[in-house]
């Protein structure tokens, strides 16, 4: 097990409505990513934060958006949910952004019906 | 976009056996890492192979790195139940730099007891 932890586990929310994700980086860690993974995938990139500010991004809309605080947990933000944003999403933290090897969550299952 | 591409999608093995697991990039690399990744939990980081490097053990497991034909393999040997799930590359890109990790589809492995 990783020290990185997401809230929720599980999570239904119905189209059109926002969400908000959790996740609790590794103690020393203070870079962390974001990725969605479909059923039967493998994750997608949709962004990274580095000192509060974003460092990268994938193919993602805008209305994927993030924060990063202070402690280095983050938050994922999704608005306007479509049923296709129903997937597994897992933060993954870095020791730093020229690190390489990440330390997943357990992920948060969202479903949008 | 996925860089990688695991091969193949599925693998069922006996116990004791070997399992030999192949992914093929598209662009340049700095590093290439395999993670597993039990039933739709989180990804585990197995090992790491920088571009520099032909081969890498880590107790049963054995990655192979060939940057001229932009693929690698991983070999599980003396194949355990325990092994049983699924396993994914993911490479990042030379121009990257931040973390912007592209992980394949991932091969599903079933090692039956």
């Known amino acids: 097990e990783t020290g990185v932890t997401q809230s929720p586990t599980h999570l239904i929310k119905t189209r059109g409505q926002q969400v908000t994700l959790r996740c609790s980086s590794q103690?020393?860690?203070?870079?962390v990513s974001w990725y969605q993974q479909a059923l039967g995938q493998g994750p997608q990139f949709i962004f990274q934060?580095?000192?509060?500010?974003?460092?990268g991004r994938g193919n993602f809309p805008p209305r994927f958006s993030g924060l990063q605080f202070p402690n280095y947990s983050s938050e994922l933000n999704v608005n306007a949910l479509e049923l296709d944003d129903s997937a597994l999403y897992l933060c993954?933290?870095?020791?730093?952004?020229?690190?390489?090897?990440?330390?997943f969550g357990q992920g948060t299952r969202l479903t949008v019906v | 976009s996925q860089q990688g591409e695991e091969d193949p999608q599925a693998l069922s093995i006996q116990e004791g056996e070997n399992a030999t697991m192949n992914c093929s990039y598209k662009?340049?690399?700095?590093?290439l890492q395999w993670y597993r990744q039990n039933s739709g939990r989180g990804l585990v980081h197995l090992i790491l192979?920088?571009?520099?490097?032909r081969e890498k053990h880590s107790g049963r497991l054995r990655v192979t790195l060939d940057t001229s034909k932009k693929s690698s393999s991983l070999l599980i040997t003396a194949s355990r139940a325990a092994d049983t799930a699924s396993y994914f590359c993911?490479?990042?890109?030379?121009?990257?730099?931040?973390?912007?990790?592209?992980f394949g589809a991932g091969t599903r492995l079933t090692v039956k007891p």
């Open positions: 192979i920088r571009s520099n490097e």
């Open positions: 103690s020393g860690h203070n870079t």
């Open positions: 993954a933290s870095f020791r730093e952004p020229s690190s390489f090897e990440a330390f």
């Open positions: 934060y580095y000192r509060e500010e974003e460092n």
């Open positions: 662009t340049s690399i700095n590093n």
């Open positions: 993911a490479t990042d890109a030379v121009s990257g730099g931040n973390n912007d990790m592209r």
